[in-house]
């Protein structure tokens, strides 16, 4: 199970529209799918700056939006 201290440094970078544009019914879900491993790209509201943030955090391979 992903950290949950890591699934609230997440959620706080993602920019909490709650919109369901990345495939989750919200910020908070898609937090804890991105600590779990799913891919960092796919919030479009928050776009390539958001992506950025959380590569930042994460330090995966920057990715651009999908």
Same mark, same amino acid.
């Given at each position: 199970? +992903?950290? +949950?201290? /890591?699934?609230?440094?997440?959620?706080? *970078?993602?920019?909490?529209?709650?919109?369901?544009?990345?495939?989750?019914?919200?910020?908070?879900?898609?937090?804890?799918?991105?600590? =779990?491993?799913?891919?960092?790209?796919?919030?479009?509201?928050?776009?390539? =700056?958001?992506?950025?943030? /959380?590569?930042? *955090? *994460?330090? +995966?391979?920057?990715? =651009? *939006?999908?």
């Amino acid at each position: 199970m +992903p950290d +949950p201290q /890591l699934i609230r440094m997440i959620d706080a *970078l993602l920019p909490q529209t709650q919109c369901g544009q990345c495939g989750h019914p919200g910020c908070r879900p898609y937090a804890e799918a991105i600590a =779990a491993g799913e891919a960092i790209n796919h919030c479009v509201p928050g776009g390539q =700056a958001t992506i950025y943030a /959380l590569a930042g *955090l *994460l330090q +995966p391979p920057t990715l =651009a *939006l999908d």
